[in-house]
């Protein structure tokens, strides 16, 4: 029978299972691994053998994982999202898993899966969840973690979930792996919480990597600027306000040259982009819930517009553009210019997501702490930047601060930087080049900052052809209000 001295274990030993498992090794946990993929649990136990660290029990069934650990039993699933969680689970039930045995999901299971999960294992087993990101390095090294369900099993998991998260230092700044520092392990709240946080931040991570595609589009095409001086721009943005991982890498990305030609490499990438469904989930979840998420639903459907490859090279030849010339731009001053719209409209994508999560939290009880999420973000994650320490500092000075955009700090940015972000939008439209990332973001902004919109027309339109009624700004908004409008004369009622 394999020992029991071990504090957790791994089912699914792929990219992340394995680097969440080398990850807790590093760390001097004993961890047992079990994956129906031969090779996948023969390979994790090679480079553990290499780490010479913590202890790693080979486990080639499930009864096994049970007999490794002692009560309460710690078993992290590395699995797919969907019904392969639920398999699992059940088959660990039949072989010995018991009520107060933690069960936790890293997988990218969509929130709402992870609720139901949680009523059905009520009784059987504490069902807890974690959601993971920075990708294969960040679970190897550290990531960024949200974690859900009880409290009592976040004390059991706290310690092993901070020792292997991302860590940041006293001025929130990312520290090199196994430094110490504040960690990036967030308790978001009951189950489901950290499936829905880590959903918004893969919305907010679509949108910011749809802006920086939308800049990168505009030096290209309009300034016609190489992808070497390209990454030289993003490189010297990355030592300021814009200082990101996404930033970063367009740097990097944009100054490597293709294996096989003179070019660039990103000039030989076809310009079709792929996604996994996060993205749609939280603009899906916007919708549902009536919270705006307009930047964050664009990015999603910029990738979608990117597939119709064959289409758009038809209207490429059928849909010429009539446009003015760019000739006349000043290339300091155009520049700097994207370089605050790329900041206004990133801030709105931001604004965007903890919007959204403000409401769905008032919607399930839930008192997400927006503090201790934009700090959980500033490091192992896709979207860790240095703008989330102020955000952190919005939400520490506000608590119940409505909108990113009212806080004092970022209104004076915005103001400071707006009229920029209205030259590149109106330059952009003028150049007949796609932004609507960046646009939308601007609508937002003027639509947030417009007390009279002209929805009073629309409701009038509603009332004429549906008879749906409308409140008037004279009287308690709870009082609705028809127009006979097929009577002559017309007449209004209060209904």
């Not at 070497?228 to 930033?247: H, K, T």
């Not at 549902?288 to 030849?317: H, N």
């Not at 506000?398 to 700090?409: A, I, K, Q, R, T």
Request: some cysteine.
């Amino acid at each position: 029978m394999a020992p029991t001295h071990n504090h957790i274990a791994m089912i699914g030993l792929g990219v992340m299972g394995k680097s969440l498992t080398l990850n807790l090794l590093d760390n001097q946990f004993n961890v047992a691994g079990f994956d129906v993929n031969s090779q996948h649990l023969d390979q994790t136990a090679r480079e553990a053998k290499q780490l010479n660290k913590g202890s790693f029990t080979y486990c080639d069934s499930l009864a096994a994982i049970i007999a490794s650990l002692s009560s309460p039993r710690i078993i992290a699933l590395s699995l797919p999202a969907g019904n392969i969680v639920d398999q699992v689970i059940t088959q660990l039930l039949d072989v010995g898993l018991e009520p107060q045995d933690i069960v936790i999901d890293t997988g990218n299971s969509l929130w709402t899966d992870t609720i139901e999960r949680e009523k059905q294992y009520q009784g059987k087993l504490e069902f807890f969840t974690t959601a993971v990101s920075g990708g294969e390095q960040g679970a190897r090294y550290g990531a960024a973690l949200m974690a859900s369900g009880s409290q009592q099993a976040w004390k059991h998991i706290q310690p092993m979930w901070n020792a292997i998260a991302a860590k940041v230092d006293n001025q929130g700044l990312p520290v090199p792996p196994q430094h110490s520092g504040e960690p990036c392990a967030t308790y978001t709240g009951p189950t489901g919480s950290g499936h829905f946080v880590k959903m918004v931040h893969n919305g907010i991570e679509y949108a910011d990597m749809q802006l920086i595609c939308e800049v990168y589009h505009y030096l290209r095409d309009i300034l016609k600027l190489t992808s070497d001086e390209i990454g030289d721009i993003f490189a010297q943005w990355n030592q300021g306000v814009l200082n990101s991982y996404l930033i970063e890498i367009t740097a990097d990305i944009l100054k490597q040259k293709d294996f096989a030609s003179d070019h660039a490499l990103v000039e030989m990438i076809l310009d079709k982009a792929g996604q996994k469904g996060t993205g749609t989930w939280t603009a899906i979840n916007s919708l549902e819930f009536g919270c705006p998420t307009p930047t964050i639903a664009q990015s999603v459907y910029a990738r979608s517009l990117s597939s119709l490859k064959s289409q758009r090279t038809l209207g490429a030849k059928f849909l010429p553009a009539e446009t003015l010339s760019s000739q006349k731009l000043d290339l300091t001053s155009t520049i700097n210019q994207l370089h605050d719209a790329l900041y206004c409209a990133k801030l709105c994508a931001y604004a965007q997501g903890f919007d959204l999560m403000r409401t769905l939290s008032a919607h399930k009880d839930w008192t997400l702490n927006f503090v201790n999420i934009a700090k959980g973000w500033r490091a192992g994650c896709i979207i860790r930047a240095t703008f989330l320490q102020d955000i952190a500092n919005a939400f520490t000075n506000n608590p119940s601060l409505e909108n990113l955009l009212f806080d004092e700090h970022f209104a004076t940015e915005l103001s400071n930087r707006q009229l920029n972000w209205r030259h590149v939008v109106a330059n952009t439209s003028l150049s007949g080049i796609p932004m609507p990332g960046i646009s939308s973001a601007l609508s937002y902004f003027d639509s947030m900052r417009c007390e009279t919109l002209p929805a009073n027309l629309l409701q009038a339109q509603r009332d004429y052809f549906g008879s749906h009624t409308y409140s008037r700004i004279d009287q308690p908004e709870s009082e609705k209000y028809h127009v006979e409008w097929s009577q002559s004369p017309r007449v209004e009622v209060k209904r």
